[in-house]
């Protein structure tokens, strides 16, 4: 059974630590628990039944009405809620609650639901990215095991894996090298590049995460390859992005290079074959028009 402290509910659910301290002395949600220095902590019960209310509080229930229901009605309530741009964030609470019972059938069921009613890119982009950031941010503060933040990740890669490969496979020679440089290990942003990429027929190689240069020296020479397509977040081996993307530039001269993600927003120089794609928007109006289109900026 983990523990959270009030500053990690306080993070996780938009409430004021004020605010929850004042619902633990009015409202029998549950019996405060305490350290033998007196601070509060929250376990895994607390916490799902607070991300319950939170999720209807921030629609607008008053909390005298969440705290007159049975636990049965607070989650039929909850259930009932049909996701709209207002709800997202409510989901992203279901989908921890998920996450912390390693309920997988739970979490599955959000997903799908989600996906039928509101489609599988804005699911994504919309509530699967912001409650990785979530978990990312319980990781980090040792509040949620490493194996949590696997199960949740490996649910949502193999949703956009199981998209990819529903998407037909182009009938000419890859176009595009879709890869992360080295040191960067996030791979679920350029899975999902992938999913858009083929869904609006660029042909792509996916190489992956944490490609050395090496790697893509081998396709120097390859004329089919005309695009170099990398997403760069983390950038953990404090590597220079606008001297990585020099290099790129001046080894690869007859191939345009295309850069996302949040590592290269704070580029000074800019180069007459790179593309630099600093938003979502950004990202899918270029993938969206297509090959013909890609013309340095």
């Known amino acids: 059974m983990q523990q959270f402290t009030i500053k990690d509910v306080e993070n996780l659910l938009g409430i004021k630590a004020h ?20 601070h509060r902590f929250y376990d895994n019960e607390d916490l799902k039944i607070l991300l319950q209310v939170a999720f209807l509080y921030h629609l607008g229930w008053k909390i005298s009405r969440i705290a007159a229901l049975e636990p049965e009605e607070r989650l039929a309530a909850v259930g009932a809620i049909e996701p709209n741009r207002n ?11 998920c996450s912390i019972d390693f309920d997988e059938g739970g979490f599955s069921e959000i997903i799908e639901r989600l996906s039928e009613e509101i489609g599988f890119e804005r699911t994504i982009l919309e509530v699967c990215f912001p409650f990785l950031q979530r978990v990312g941010l ?10 949590q933040e696997h199960f949740s990740s490996y649910l949502i890669q193999n949703k956009i894996i199981s998209e990819i490969e ?7 020679p890859p176009e595009v090298l879709l890869f992360t440089p080295k040191g960067e290990f996030h791979e679920m942003p350029l899975l999902f590049l992938h999913y858009m990429l083929r ?14 240069f090496d790697v893509l020296d081998s396709f120097k020479e390859n004329k ?14 404090q590597l220079d992005p606008e001297v990585y993307l020099e290099q790129l530039v001046r080894h690869f001269p007859d191939k345009k290079i295309i850069a996302s993600g949040r590592a290269i927003h704070g580029l000074q120089r800019s180069f007459v074959k790179l593309i630099r794609l600093l938003s979502d928007d950004e990202i899918r109006r270029f993938i969206e028009s297509g090959p013909a289109s890609a013309e340095p900026q």
């Open 87 to 97: 709800t997202y964030p409510h989901f992203v609470l279901q989908l921890v609650a």
């Open 199 to 212: 869904k609006w027929g660029w042909s792509v190689l996916f190489l992956g995460k944490n490609i050395t």
């Open 138 to 147: 319980l990781w980090v503060t040792n509040r949620i095991v490493p194996a």
């Open 224 to 237: 089919d390859i005309k695009y170099l397509f990398l997403h760069l977040l983390t950038n953990l081996t």
């Open 19 to 38: 605010t929850l301290r004042i619902w633990e002395l009015r409202y029998p949600f549950f019996a405060p628990k305490r350290k033998e220095s007196k």
């Open 166 to 172: 529903k998407t037909p496979l182009p009938k000419h």
